[in-house]
Structure formats: structure tokens, C-alpha cells
């Protein structure tokens, strides 16, 4: 009987099994998922040292959990993994004003699945920006659904990915929207250090100005906003019904 034929030992099946996984992986790449497994990876830790975090706010990883991942580097396969199951029905719901999602067997507030989306990608632009928007139309920093403070959710962000340019802008409209002009203007500055000419940097930057009413800045932010492909008519308004629109 040639070797094929016979059963090999429990020691050496497991080996050929291993080896097989391993020439797949070499193959085909890593999934996220994947990349996730293992002992606690040194970012978790980390965090830009003149900002704060807040310890309810909790880790930043956990083993048993999907995430997190940077969004900006996410194959769409693992966008999808994610969004299909907790963002797509409840963003949905989410702009048309509704308190729990269409989602089928699953009719949960909107900031529910934003939550699990932001563990997963905590710099999520749309989720981020909706779980902020959340947080005003319910007076509240912990909106039905949510799983931790509003603001949380912004240091998460900028604790796994403190250059995204997107996260800055947005946490700055965050503060600029709740009264705090320095906190915003600090995270404004920061969103043009590592501003890569993307719309909505300069748009949520310029929304920001106009509530904290530094109006030059504003003007400023939303030119540079329109010059890269913003097309609202909102932002324009705004600034001419302050009386600060200059073509």
C-alpha cells in the first residue's frame, strides 16, 4: 500500500492540516479578520499624550469582538461584513428620523448599530458623524442605543487613528456644536495637519466655524469644501444668511 493509502498518526495529520492553512494564507493574504487574532497588539495602547481619554469609555480592543480596523485601508468585502449586518438599515432610518430600523427581526435603534459599527471602524465617517448628530437631536450623550458616551466614540476614533483628517474635522463640529470653541479649534488645526484634500474635512471644519462664529475661517473652509467637489447649497446658505458670503 503506497503511503497516500495509509492512515497517518493524529500528530502528523495535524501538521499536514497546518501546513495546508499556511500555504493557503501565503496564497491568498490575510483577512481583517484574521489579523485581529492573537495576544494584545501594542496600538491598543497607545494614545497621542496631550489628549484626553476617559476611562469610562473603555478599551479599545477586545479579543472576543470584531475590530477594530482602520476604515480608510478596509477591503470592501470586510466594509461590507460589517455594514450589511448593523449600518445600512439603521443609517437609513437614521436620516428619515425613525426611533428603531427596518432591519429585518432586528427593529433596534439606529445608534445600536452605529455602535457596533464604530468597535469595528472607530473612524467611520458617516457613523461617526451620525452618532454626534444623534447626541443633540436626544439632548443626551448616551442616545437610545448607545453603548457609551457620544464622546467615547470620538476618542476611540482618534485613539486608533489620530491622523485621519475626517475624524479631527467631525470631532472639532462635535465640540464647536456643545460650546466648546478652543476644544473644536484644537481639533480643526489638527484636521489640516493631516488634511489629504478631501471634501469632508473642509465641510464639517466649515459647519464647525459658522456655529462658533469665527466666519472668516468658515468662508474659508467652505470655498475650500465647494473647490473640492462639495455640491449642497446648505453650507453656502448658511454663511449668506449670516451675512458672510463672498463670491
Known amino acids: ?29 490575510e483577512t481583517a479578520a484574521q489579523l485581529n487574532q492573537g495576544s494584545y497588539p501594542d496600538w491598543a495602547t ?6 484626553q481619554y476617559d476611562r469610562d469609555c473603555g478599551p479599545l480592543w477586545n479579543q472576543s469582538q470584531y475590530g477594530p480596523f482602520d476604515y480608510r ?6 466594509r461590507e461584513l460589517v455594514e450589511g449586518a448593523h449600518f445600512t438599515y439603521e443609517y437609513s ?19 445600536s448599530g452605529f455602535s457596533y459599527t464604530l468597535w469595528a471602524f472607530p473612524n467611520q465617517p458617516q457613523a461617526l458623524a451620525a452618532m454626534e448628530d ?9 442616545p437610545p442605543g448607545a453603548k457609551m458616551r457620544v464622546h467615547c466614540y470620538f476618542q476611540r ?20 456644536r456643545r460650546g466648546n ?3 473644536a479649534k484644537i481639533q480643526f488645526e489638527k484636521a489640516n495637519e493631516f488634511d489629504i484634500g478631501k471634501s469632508t474635512t473642509s465641510v464639517y471644519q466649515a459647519f464647525g466655524y459658522i456655529e462658533i462664529k469665527e466666519f472668516e475661517k468658515a468662508l474659508e473652509a467652505a470655498k475650500m ?14 454663511l449668506e444668511k449670516a451675512g458672510k458670503w463672498k463670491d
Not at 497607545?46 to 489628549?51: F, K, Q
Not at 432610518?93 to 428603531?100: I, Q, S
Not at 430600523?101 to 432586528?106: E, G, K, T
Not at 474635522?169 to 465640540?175: F, P, S
Request: charged share 25%; aromatic share 12%.
Open 46 to 51: 497607545r494614545w497621542p499624550a496631550d489628549e
Open 157 to 176: 476614533a482618534v485613539r486608533y487613528t489620530p491622523d485621519d483628517p475626517d475624524v479631527r474635522a467631525i470631532y472639532g463640529y462635535y465640540y464647536a
Open 73 to 78: 485601508l478596509t477591503k470592501a468585502g470586510d
Open 1 to 29: 500500500m503506497s503511503v497516500l493509502g495509509t492512515k497517518l498518526p493524529r500528530q502528523f495529520r495535524i501538521l499536514r492540516i497546518a501546513l495546508i492553512l499556511q500555504l493557503l494564507l501565503g496564497l491568498y493574504g
Open 181 to 183: 470653541a478652543n476644544a
Open 93 to 111: 432610518a437614521y436620516l428619515k428620523g425613525d426611533k428603531v430600523s427596518a432591519r429585518p427581526n432586528i427593529r433596534l435603534p439606529p445608534a
Open 225 to 238: 469644501a465647494y473647490s473640492r467637489g462639495y455640491s449642497l447649497p446648505g453650507l453656502k446658505y448658511r
Open 134 to 142: 444623534l447626541g443633540i437631536r436626544h439632548k443626551t450623550e448616551k
